[in-house]
């Protein structure tokens, strides 16, 4: 893996067979790709091929939604990031413009007498669904049938990852039981062909927040990753059916920065209207988060102290959007200043 290539494909479906060679084989390439950039894609997973198309459509008819509809469930309207998300709403890298994506959140059912509600964890109540999507019944029964089994996905992954590093695949248990993870819908409008695309993203530069991401891509490009040796921004593109796989930051925190939580951007300038779905899997908001078994050498101190998940993400959150309000006061009063200066000269 020394030439910079995209992330590889891997067959997953080792992982529930009894072949232990190819069990082997596909821990030894994880493990490679965690090192390395900490990307790959999967294929051969449980995640059925119809649900994934009918998922997609969900996204496809909520975002052709009027916005007045949309606005209907603004995330603002929650505390718990759930709802939808206007365009420009985040800003994950430094020097861009706030971005050109829109968003549905939406996460497990969290009722308002759930412990994790009135303990404010992070991202946990009622999902807000829109109330004149088309076919609003299957559109909720998809959505969530498609969330648990991604969910079941992320602790196979996790699992994985475990074993890669020399320990039995349940040895992550204890943060995937009451976990929680987040959801997107998310749409990419056509990015103009003549916008400057340093300051025009989908999503800027920016490494995941928490343990592991699942993405499902649409057939429309736009993903890159960087390839860190060589500085060079590779193309992931779309697989049919394929979940691109990336390591967060907490997970390259609890590894000792031995595994990569690698930076990543959107550009669509494909001229077209691009939908994905990233599954946020950040984990049990009460589990201290410490040095991973084998992540640290003979000697070798742990870099970072105990944290928990709720404070490790709510921290990035805050960051990420804080950002964003800020460029968007700074236009602001850009606006005013030349708004005052033209009525000075008009007096």
């Not at 985040?90 to 968003?103: A, D, F, N, R």
């Not at 699992?159 to 749409?187: C, I, K, N, W």
């Not at 103009?192 to 300051?199: G, M, S």
């Not at 000697?299 to 970072?304: I, L, V």
Request: hydrophobic share 30%.
């Amino acid at each position: 893996m020394s030439q910079p290539s995209a992330p590889p494909i891997l067959d997953f479906s080792p992982f529930y067979g009894e072949n232990s060679d190819a069990k082997s084989n596909l821990i030894d390439e994880v493990r490679k790709c965690c090192h390395y950039n900490g990307f790959f894609q999967i294929t051969g997973h449980r995640v059925p091929l119809d649900l994934q198309r009918r998922v997609m459509n969900c996204s496809r008819r909520f975002f052709d939604l009027p916005l007045e509809e949309k606005l209907k469930v603004d995330k603002n309207l929650t505390t718990f990031n759930r709802g939808y998300e206007l365009l420009r709403s985040q800003m994950l890298e430094v020097g861009t413009g706030p971005e050109l994506k829109e968003g549905l959140y939406i996460g497990e059912e969290i009722p308002e007498d759930h412990p994790y509600y009135l303990g404010k964890k992070l991202n946990s109540g009622p999902n807000q669904w829109p109330p004149t999507v088309s076919d609003k019944e299957e559109f909720q029964e998809t959505t969530m049938e498609y969330y648990h089994a991604v969910f079941d996905l992320a602790k196979d992954v996790l699992g994985v990852l475990a074993q890669t590093l020399g320990v039995d695949s349940t040895f992550f248990d204890p943060l995937t039981e009451g976990a929680v993870a987040t959801m997107r819908y998310l749409h990419y409008p056509a990015q103009p062909q003549d916008t400057d695309d340093k300051l025009n993203r989908g999503i800027g530069a920016h490494t995941d927040f928490g343990c592991i991401t699942l993405l499902l891509q649409d057939e429309v490009d736009g993903l890159q990753v960087l390839d860190a040796p060589s500085g060079q921004w590779l193309d992931v593109k779309p697989v049919p059916g394929a979940y691109v796989v990336n390591l967060g930051n907490l997970f390259m925190r609890m590894a000792n920065d031995k595994y990569k939580s690698n930076t990543h951007r959107v550009i669509n300038k494909s001229g077209r209207e691009r939908y994905s779905i990233p599954f946020f899997f950040s984990g049990n908001p009460d589990y201290i988060c410490e040095c991973l078994p084998n992540c640290r050498d003979e000697g070798e101190p742990a870099k970072y102290g105990p944290i928990t998940v709720q404070d490790m993400v709510t921290a990035s959150y805050k960051e990420s959007y804080g950002r964003a309000e800020e460029f968007k006061k700074g236009l602001d009063s850009k606006k005013a200043d030349i708004i005052h200066v033209l009525t000075t000269v008009g007096a």
